[in-house]
Each structure stands twice: as C-alpha cells, then as structure tokens.
C-alpha cells in the first residue's frame, strides 16, 4: 500500500517568493496533519483537518502561512511571501479516527530552503 | 498530555535486545504511550502504542510498569537499520497531535 505522498522532495526559493506543497493522505484516512521540522523546535503540529475540515489552525505562525484540503485526497501547504526563517523539513501525517485513538503516519518530508 | 523523559542517547551491539526506557510519572487514566522513531532525513515512523497492557508487533515490544509511570521499547535484535531517534510520546485518546520531545538517539554498533 501506498504510504503518505508529498511532493516535492526538496525545494528552494528565494524570499518573497510563493511555496505550495502538496500531500496526499493513505486512502481511507479521514484526518491530516501538517508538521514542521526544525533544529531549535524540533516537530511542531501547524494544522489538522479532518474530513477535509480544519479543525485546529493555531499552530500556523501567521497569515503567510494557508492550508486547504479541497478532497479527501489532496492537500496543500501555502506559503506566501517565504521568508528565511521559514526554512524547515514539512511534514504531513494521516490518520484513521473512529472513535478512540487513532495512529499517525508520515510522509518522508519536503526540505524547504528560502534563500 | 504527560511529559516524558527520556535519556538522550543509548548505544547498542547489532544482533542484541536494545530497550529504550521512558518515564512518565504524570501519565493518566486516558493516556496512551506512543512510540516513534525518525531515520535521518526520514519522517517519523509508528513503532508500537499501548494503554495499559504490554504490546507486541513485528518491530517491537511495548513494557508498560503496573503503575504506568514508566515504559520501555524493545528492538529484539537490532540491526544498523535501527539507529534512530526514539521518540515516547504520551497521549490521551481525544488529543489530535503528536507532541514530540527530544527522543533518545539509539547508535545500532557492528
């Protein structure tokens, strides 16, 4: 089975530029997450959705920074204008919730530089 | 959520049982322990959760103590493949996110 997907790998931009990733969640999954990975704070939760709703968006540090989920498998990471201090490792996780807990898996990343 | 604690690195011989230990005094009733591990440049990967019982699966075994303050992970023969960071994470079963700390570096030696 096909694992989290997110495209690209790796991208590099200058500031003032717009970024937009993309993920597409397992089949089947009802929730996704957005992270972001840095050296000084580690893995910070940015936005969830579930059933392509958001649900909690405090993460996200400020209006440059959007997410939509326009279908059950397709999501994007928008930044715009990037700036430096934006350069991270972005991650996005899905999940099956049903009542309970539910497990999160994770994509392999995109490795954003803004130059 | 409980915070965890767990020692920063650990080394292991290839071949033996590595187990990764994690206190959470804190913990409660709804809480689930969770674990992860991140391969270098790699997302986060789900290693094993448990409640109150021990858990065991293909990668792994989950010991959680009777009081629940404290868990260990159990990589019954490790392999280079397994050098990581762990990560323990404690978690109640409304939450949403996963709150990751600073893990334990486990180095698999030939």
């Known amino acids: 089975d096909a694992g989290v997907i997110q495209s690209p790998r790796h991208e590099v931009t200058e500031m003032g530029q717009e970024v937009t990733l993309r993920c597409k969640p397992i089949?089947?999954?009802?929730?996704l997450f957005w992270y972001r990975q840095t050296m000084m704070r580690g893995l910070e939760l940015l936005i969830y959705?579930?059933?392509?709703?958001?649900?909690?968006d405090s993460g996200m540090p400020e209006d440059r920074f959007s997410a939509k989920m326009p279908n059950a498998s397709f999501s994007t990471l928008k930044i715009q204008p990037s700036e430096p201090r934006d350069s991270a490792v972005y991650f996005c996780?899905?999940?099956?919730?049903?009542?309970?807990?539910?497990?999160?898996?994770f994509g392999p990343g995109t490795r954003l530089t803004v130059l | 959520d409980a915070k965890t604690t767990q020692p920063p690195s650990m080394d292991c011989a290839e071949g033996r049982a590595a187990n990764l230990p994690c206190n959470h005094s804190?913990?409660?009733?709804?809480?689930?322990v969770y674990w992860y591990r991140q391969i270098h440049s790699q997302g986060p990967q789900y290693i094993i959760h448990?409640?109150?019982n021990n858990e065991t699966n293909e990668m792994a075994s989950l010991i959680i103590t009777e009081d629940r303050k404290s868990s260990t992970l159990i990589l019954p023969h490790a392999t280079l493949r397994d050098t990581a960071v762990y990560y323990c994470?404690?978690?109640?079963?409304?939450?949403?996110?996963?709150?990751f700390g600073s893990g334990t570096q486990l180095t698999v030696l030939p």
């Open positions: 996780a899905s999940s099956f919730r049903a009542g309970g807990t539910d497990t999160q898996y």
């Open positions: 089949s089947g999954h009802n929730s």
């Open positions: 959705f579930n059933n392509n709703v958001p649900i909690d």
């Open positions: 804190t913990i409660s009733g709804n809480e689930y």
């Open positions: 448990g409640l109150k």
């Open positions: 994470i404690v978690r109640s079963g409304s939450a949403r996110q996963l709150t």
